[in-house]
């Protein structure tokens, strides 16, 4: 792996151990989110990345062939 991911790795995990050490106890609540340790980072994390699937799945479809391309030339 290289740097990027190892430093990504490492903020994901300090983030995870923040939320855990702020976290006050809900006894009575039904959110999964104040239940499971690192939930809104995975939440937010697979959020983002649907958006960018979904945007490169419509890219694909929408997008229009480029009519400069070197192909047509003769």
Known sequence: MT?????ILI???????????TMTPHSESLS???QV????LFYGLGGCLSIVI???C???FIQKPDKNSKEDAP
């Open 11 to 21: 903020g994901a995990l300090s983030l995870i151990v923040l939320e855990y050490a």
């Open 37 to 40: 340790v690192g939930f809104n």
């Open 54 to 56: 979904i945007a490169k």
């Open 3 to 7: 740097r990027a991911y190892w430093l």
């Open 58 to 60: 419509l890219g694909i």
């Open 32 to 34: 999964l989110g104040h």
